[in-house]
């Protein structure tokens, strides 16, 4: 039962020393640069300093200040792109629901008819292979799930 504890503080204790290993810079022959924790052998390489960036504090807190509130103008700029986004979403979801719809009905039916230049015809088994490649291919591309 002490093996478990002993071996999670080992593993912790690697991973602080990994994360503060020494990295190194060099150019080679054909001018790309690289990076690496081990310096290449031949190579003139330089230690690189890494610093770990400071947090951001938020607006106002380094004076004593509160933040400042958006304006009116800025409220009715994000509510415009919230509907927007919300009008997007309903599209989307709108195209999603027609594709999954008219791909189930190609792969259901043999039988399919369009209509082609302002006349309904039957679709041959190979158009009908294309159109479901096709409306699959626009599932994956534009479908969450």
């Known amino acids: 039962m002490r093996?478990?504890?002993?071996?999670?503080?080992?593993?912790?204790a690697a991973g602080t020393y990994a994360s503060a290993a020494q990295i190194y810079k060099w150019v080679d022959a054909q001018g790309v640069t690289h990076f690496d924790a081990q310096p290449p052998a031949g190579q003139n390489a330089q230690p690189v300093q890494i610093n770990a960036p400071q947090p951001a504090s938020?607006?106002?807190d380094s004076?004593?200040?509160p933040a400042p509130k958006p304006d009116?103008?800025?409220?009715a700029v994000d509510a415009s792109v919230r509907q927007q986004v919300q009008q997007q979403q309903q599209q989307t979801d709108?195209?999603?629901?027609?594709?999954?719809t008219n791909l189930a009905q190609l792969?259901?039916?043999p039988r399919v008819r369009m209509e082609v230049d302002g006349e309904m015809r039957r679709l041959t088994e190979e158009e009908r292979q294309k159109q479901i490649a096709t409306t699959q291919q626009g599932?994956?591309?534009n479908c969450k799930n």
């Open 3 to 12: 093996l478990k504890p002993l071996i999670a503080s080992i593993v912790l």
């Open 58 to 60: 938020p607006p106002g």
């Open 63 to 65: 004076d004593g200040e």
């Open 72 to 75: 009116n103008q800025q409220r």
């Open 94 to 100: 709108d195209y999603c629901q027609q594709a999954r």
């Open 107 to 109: 792969n259901n039916n």
């Open 139 to 141: 599932i994956d591309d």
